[in-house]
């Protein structure tokens, strides 16, 4: 099979004003998908933008309308579901990927009912789909389970039967792939479903790109002095994501050294996560040391600054199915700290590459912080710069398109 696929990636929302992981491994992999030939389009629901057409970085995007079938469910709680995953449906997004010409596969990078839609479409086209598991699937912590699920609470659920119609809860059972990101996300999935094609592909960095910035713009930007010993994190703004436990930190650090700042690049994807975090700062007495940026676009020059204007880079999660951030903080000679969680010690050497601590301690991040020497930084940096390169979007994305092919090419002769 040499002539070119059309594949169709289904994330639960692409937009530029809430961008994270799943996001860059979709824009990524999908330039380079088309760069190699290839037709490929981003379809999926129209979360919080009314635009139905348009083209992010050379990537056709379509949208459609979707709903929540909750019956009760207010407006403050249908935007919260946007935010941290409600489980919506879509009738305009199963007719759109069932009218679409000369569709070879179908890439699911969400599941529930969304992805029920995707099988239900697939096996009408007789066609296959893969899914890239992205959140965790087996391995999201119970707290933040119950956070994804408190905005429908009280609310009636009438979507179970739209998702029974779809068989949303055989969407791995019928995948032709699965991908983790993670290890133990993988000997999850293998353990459940034996015999099942289930890759470890973990997430890439477009190193060119995030070796080159200006730390001094970012920091001019956002009034941040040069002085300044900068501890860094690009994530959402979310309790998944944990920036709570540097707030806590932050006045121990800055005990020992007065000139110690943090700055969280990140959309709010939690108002009330996010006033807390303002006021342990304030309770602290740090708030004049906390900088927040609520979100960057993704070819925003300075998204790629902020890395640059880190002496030290953070990521203190709770939860973290990969943590693409880390390698982009490794192509921007950036060293590393991070929670030990998820498939973050999968690529993270503790004490060579980076330092891992307990994502529920602050005395364990004090205690990394603590430890890391100006000559520690250099070598941790210089280490993590090295092993970068072995995470490249052009390696990820022709393992994409070898596995695309092959399921390809068993469905057929199925």
Not at 304 to 333: K, N, Q
Request: proline fraction near 5%; hydrophobic fraction near 40%.
């Amino acid at each position: 099979m040499s002539e070119g696929l059309h594949i169709v990636a289904v994330p639960r929302r692409f937009v530029h004003d809430d961008w994270g992981g799943v996001e860059t491994y979709v824009l990524d992999t999908a330039r380079r998908i088309i760069g190699m030939g290839h037709k490929l389009e981003v379809v999926c629901p129209s979360i919080f933008t009314g635009v139905r057409e348009e083209e992010i970085g050379g990537v056709p995007v379509r949208r459609t309308p979707y709903f929540y079938p909750y019956l009760g469910l207010s407006e403050s709680s249908r935007r919260q579901m946007d935010k941290v995953g409600g489980n919506l449906f879509s009738f305009s997004l199963m007719r759109k990927l069932m009218r679409m010409t000369s569709l070879d596969l179908i890439h699911l990078h969400t599941g529930n009912r969304v992805g029920g839609i995707a099988r239900t479409v697939a096996r009408r086209r007789k066609i296959p789909y893969v899914i890239t598991l992205h959140g965790g699937h087996f391995t999201i912590p119970p707290e933040e389970l119950e956070t994804l699920t408190a905005p429908a609470k009280g609310a009636l659920d009438w979507g179970k039967v739209l998702g029974w119609l779809v068989g949303s809860r055989r969407v791995l059972d019928d995948a032709a792939a699965v991908f983790c990101i993670s290890r133990q996300e993988q000997r999850e999935v293998q353990e459940r479903f034996p015999g099942k094609r289930v890759e470890y592909l973990p997430n890439g960095a477009d190193v060119d790109r995030f070796s080159q910035g200006d730390g001094s713009r970012f920091r001019s930007a956002y009034g941040i002095p040069t002085s300044a010993r900068l501890l860094v994190t690009v994530a959402r703004i979310a309790p998944q994501k944990n920036q709570l436990l540097v707030v806590k930190a932050l006045s121990e650090l800055r005990r020992k050294d007065p000139n110690v700042q943090v700055a969280f690049v990140g959309s709010v994807n939690n108002e009330d996560y996010h006033e807390e975090l303002m006021r342990c700062a304030r309770e602290s007495g740090v708030v004049d040391a906390v900088t927040i940026v609520p979100g960057l676009k993704p070819e925003d020059p300075l998204l790629v600054d902020a890395y640059h204007a880190a002496d030290v880079f953070v990521l203190p999660s709770m939860h973290e199915p990969f943590g693409i951030v880390v390698l982009e903080a490794w192509a921007a000679g950036r060293p590393v700290i991070a929670s030990r969680v998820g498939g973050i010690p999968d690529f993270v050497d503790d004490g060579v590459n980076g330092l891992l601590f307990d994502s529920d301690d602050t005395v364990s991040f004090v205690r990394a912080c603590d430890s890391l020497t100006e000559e520690r930084a250099q070598a941790l940096a210089k280490a993590g710069m090295e092993k970068v390169r072995r995470y490249t979007w052009d390696a990820i994305t022709e393992r994409l398109v070898d596995t695309y092919r092959t399921v390809i090419e068993e469905y057929a002769r199925r």
